[in-house]
């Protein structure tokens, strides 16, 4: 009896995330969801581990919340990995980070394929290691015709990097004539950028307790909605992500307007 008393209680919370799974998608669910996947270092010092274990348990959570956001019908899912500024910290961390994306790729590769999962990447794609390229380019080809959750991985990423590029790009345009300076409007700078071709996040999540964007996607977060929690990235599980989509659920957008406001 009270086996099976204890067994209906372990039961529960799966149970809880398939109806608050069912919830979600009941309503309006974030286009794009952007995580910067912070806290690695931070829960691998916590257990007196290395900080590439933290990195290695984090790999664990990108596939969880890939799963999550696939099945919700999230269109994007962009994930912070290695950011420009990332380069400063030791050569043995730099190097076992490039390492992970061939890791990954080649454990879950046939799993997103199967998902239909679409993987891209925006960053600078030539200043990473060769054997980073290749697992990267490979999984980008393998899923180039599905057309489920687009999986972005923001690697050696820079937003300030990004919107350089893009000025320098749209100031060729000028100079050789194809555009003129009244051309440049806000959707023309959008169009530069290594995101044009996505919407834009709708939900920018950040793991660990820092409440900083780290120079990501400056320019594209501008009405995203924030959210920030305590849990360090190892430790983010389904849970941790139907609650941030839940709150944005409550979050009233106005993008500036006086809409949905109680006091109009
Ligand atoms: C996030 O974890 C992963 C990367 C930035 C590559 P950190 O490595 O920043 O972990 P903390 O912030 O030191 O805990
Ligand atoms: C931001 O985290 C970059 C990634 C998550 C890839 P950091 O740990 O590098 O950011 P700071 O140094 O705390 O701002
Ligand atoms: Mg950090």
């Keep these: 009896m009270l086996e099976k ?14 109806e608050r799974i069912a919830a979600v998608k009941s309503k309006q669910v974030p286009a794009h969801v952007a995580i910067i996947m912070d806290g690695n270092g931070r829960w691998a010092k916590r257990r007196n581990l290395p900080r590439i274990a933290g990195h290695h348990e984090g790999m664990k959570t990108v596939r969880k919340i890939t799963r999550i956001a696939n099945e919700l019908g999230i269109k994007v899912l962009t994930l912070y990995a290695f950011s420009t500024e990332n380069w400063k910290r030791p050569k043995m961390e730099i190097d076992f980070l490039m390492k992970l994306p061939g890791e990954f790729l080649s454990t879950y590769l ?3 394929v199967e998902q239909n999962v679409k993987v891209e990447m925006i960053g600078n794609f030539e200043m990473l290691p060769d054997h980073t390229k290749h697992a990267i380019q490979r999984a980008m080809e393998a899923t180039a015709d599905n057309d489920g959750l687009t999986l972005n991985f923001a690697m050696n990423y820079g937003s300030r990097l990004e919107l350089v ?5 749209i100031a060729t345009l000028i100079a050789d004539g194809s555009i003129s ?4 409007d806000e959707s ?5 950028l290594m995101t044009a071709h996505l919407p834009e996040p709708d939900l920018l999540i950040r793991t660990s307790g820092e409440v900083r964007l780290s120079n990501f996607m400056l320019w594209q977060v501008a009405y995203a909605e924030f959210s920030f929690t305590d849990v360090l990235w190892p430790d983010f599980n389904a849970s941790c992500m139907l ?5 944005f659920q409550l979050r009233n957008r106005r993008f500036g307007s006086l809409e949905g406001d109680g006091n109009v």
Aim: aromatic share 2%; net charge negative.
């Design 110 to 112: 046939p799993e997103l």
């Design 181 to 184: 300076v009244e051309d440049i």
């Design 243 to 247: 609650s941030a989509i839940e709150d």
């Design 5 to 18: 008393l204890l067994r209906k209680k372990t039961a529960a919370p799966d149970r809880s995330i398939t």
């Design 188 to 192: 023309l700078i959008g169009s530069h």
């Design 165 to 169: 590029e893009s000025f320098k790009e």
